[in-house]
């Protein structure tokens, strides 16, 4: 083994002495003097490891010292490559992903079919002009710090010149003459990181939407929350939420973008026609609105597509969705979302609106109960009459300001948790409200200073999903 | 207080809405019948035909609407009135068809006060 390491070494050397220009067997056999049989089978033997390589010329072989043996591989053509190097380049080229080798100046010296069906074949290309349409002043993909020797390996995530996001794994592969090659594995991402951001956003939206309704926001807050999220998920260019209000039949817009009247007018005659339609509809401009909205519609369709056009053309947008926000059996308005000229809403986005537009139609409808029972409660504070509420065994938990005011009292803390039996003459009343259901009758009360005073009273039973509530009264603001 | 003696079934999975309905009702000298579930009223439906129905919705066992189904079926219950006392929405019932027989009068969304029961209770007997 020794003996053939220095037959190697000596052969490689003699090649080099004779330049770049190329040994032929000749030459080499001057300055290794081998039998020509017993030459060539360390020459086969050596360019089979990788050392050495040879270009045909005519019927005559010159032979180079291999720099870059995976580059000379790639430089020969299939006749040329024994069978482990014919077996190797087809694994390389047919890998699901993209197998990219560069020399030291950058040069691309293979790619394989995917990263071809992604670029073209660019062999001889700089990379960074291949890849980024751009020479590597700025390089992000840290094959620059990989080639400098800066680091050994890299891993990046950058966008390329079509906007695809790529995976970059790449590091130094050396070659027998000391020089590296960079060999890089490189994947298209972008759908990956595409759907993780958009779950991401998606997710964000949701906790948002949540957030927005339990911390009881106002529909405005509401509105313009969802709609900045949204358009993080899927990319709109103009949205709208319209409020709809049954009892004067208005549509009132929470847009953060105020747009001219004539273009809130439209907005108001579309949402309008989802709401009485009762189902999304969508209106493309390059295609036949009829093929695109459904024949159910509420409205004259010369007037809704005139006005969807006038639309399209104010704003130059290529789609207009409609989604009615519904909670079950009751519309509180639409939301309309809008794309600009050569930008579609996928299946997905769609289907996404649809659903997002239930939880919107949710969180208003929450928003409105509770805005409802806000004002129906400031009835009860107004109120000149004295309203209680006490736990079933006639504990207080409710009073209203004329309550405190009849009986004497400045701050309701001071009433809250005491018992019936400190405000009334009578402690059994409660009881006969839980067996009963109410009682209504006179009653002594007592006021804070121990005077009394007889007062009108109803007293009802409040029975929630699982049982006994509440004790309600109402008694009489007129003093005695 | 009502002098009737009308008959009121009460239908409610939860004891606590059960005994304190039922108590309150015969408090108001109406007389009582109680059910757990659906298979319970129904089976009670066979014994006797109250006046009123008093029907929570959201019931372990057989759904609302396939109680209201086999009511629907039986001649005998024809003038039987009934009453949700549910914890759902009226809107979501209406969705669900719960709302489309004639045999159903009121509808009451939990919690709810027995004021407002009773007299659910009473004008759906005078709408004999």
Request: glycine share 6%; hydrophobic share 40%; aromatic share 8%.
């Amino acid at each position: 083994m020794k003996v053939e390491g220095e037959i190697f070494n000596k052969i490689i050397a003699a090649i080099q002495d004779i330049g770049d220009i190329g040994a032929t067997m000749d030459e080499i056999s001057r300055r290794v003097p081998l039998e020509r049989h017993t030459l060539s089978k360390y020459l086969n033997q050596l360019r089979a490891d990788g050392r050495i390589s040879y270009k045909q010329i005519g019927r005559a072989k010159l032979w180079y010292v291999s720099k870059a043996p995976l580059q000379h591989i790639f430089r020969l053509s299939e006749d040329e490559k024994t069978y482990t190097e014919k077996i190797f380049s087809r694994i390389l080229s047919d890998m699901p992903e993209g197998i990219l080798i560069l020399d030291f100046d950058y040069n691309i010296l293979f790619m394989n079919h995917y990263l071809v069906a992604l670029y073209g074949n660019c062999v001889g290309e700089k990379f960074h002009y291949a890849f980024f349409g751009s020479y590597n002043d700025n390089d992000t993909s840290g094959i620059r710090e990989v080639i400098e020797g800066k680091v050994e390996e890299i891993e990046t995530q950058v966008e390329d010149k079509e906007g695809r996001i790529i995976n970059i794994k790449a590091r130094q592969v050396e070659n027998p003459d000391g020089s590296f090659s960079i060999i890089a594995i490189i994947r298209d991402v972008t759908d990956r990181v595409r759907n993780e951001e958009r779950i991401k956003n998606l997710s964000e939206l949701h906790r948002l939407l949540g957030e927005s309704v339990n911390r009881s926001y106002t529909i405005d807050q509401l509105c313009s929350t969802i709609l900045k999220n949204l358009q993080d998920v899927i990319g709109f260019d103009m949205g709208d939420i319209l409020i709809y209000d049954p009892v004067e039949e208005t549509l009132s817009s929470y847009s953060t973008r105020e747009g001219d009247d004539e273009v809130e007018d439209c907005k108001r005659i579309i949402a309008r026609e989802a709401i009485q339609r009762k189902e999304p509809f969508m209106f493309s401009c390059c295609s036949d609105l009829n093929a695109n909205t459904n024949t159910n519609t509420s409205m004259d369709m010369d007037e809704l597509t005139e006005t969807m056009t006038r639309m399209a053309e104010e704003y130059n947008l290529q789609e207009l969705h409609a989604i009615p926000l519904k909670t079950k059996g009751e519309i509180h308005g639409a939301l309309l979302i809008f794309t600009r000229q050569g930008k579609t809403l996928s299946d997905a986005d769609r289907s996404l609106l649809e659903g997002i537009s239930e939880s919107i139609a949710g969180g208003i409808a929450k928003i409105k109960a509770e805005e409802e029972w806000r004002l129906k409660a400031s009835v009860i504070e107004i109120s000149s009459h004295p309203i209680f509420m006490t736990s079933p065994g006639g504990k207080f938990t409710y009073v209203n300001p004329a309550f405190l005011k009849v009986w004497g009292y400045d701050e309701d803390r001071e009433v809250l948790g005491r018992s019936w039996s400190d405000f009334w003459a009578r402690d059994d009343i409660p009881a006969l409200v839980r067996e009963r259901g109410s009682w209504r009758g006179s009653l002594i009360a007592k006021r804070r200073d121990k005077s009394e005073f007889t007062t009108p009273l109803f007293v009802s039973l409040i029975i929630g999903k699982k049982g006994p509530l509440q004790l309600v009264g109402i008694a009489n603001s007129g003093i005695r | 207080m009502s002098t009737h003696t009308a008959t009121v079934m009460v239908v409610d999975d939860e004891p606590d809405v059960l005994l304190s309905v039922n108590q309150i009702l015969d408090a108001n000298n109406y007389r009582t019948i109680k059910a757990r579930d659906g298979y319970e009223c129904l089976a009670k439906l066979k014994e006797e035909v109250p006046d009123v129905l008093l029907l929570d919705i959201m019931m372990p066992g057989l759904t609302t609407k396939e109680l209201l189904n086999e009511i629907e079926k039986d001649s005998r219950l024809a003038g039987m009135k009934i009453i949700f006392l549910t914890a759902i929405h009226s809107l979501e019932a209406e969705e669900i068809g719960l709302l489309n027989s004639k045999r159903v009068v009121d509808f009451i969304e939990k919690p709810f006060s027995v004021r407002r029961m009773l007299e659910a209770v009473e004008k759906a007997i005078k709408l004999e």
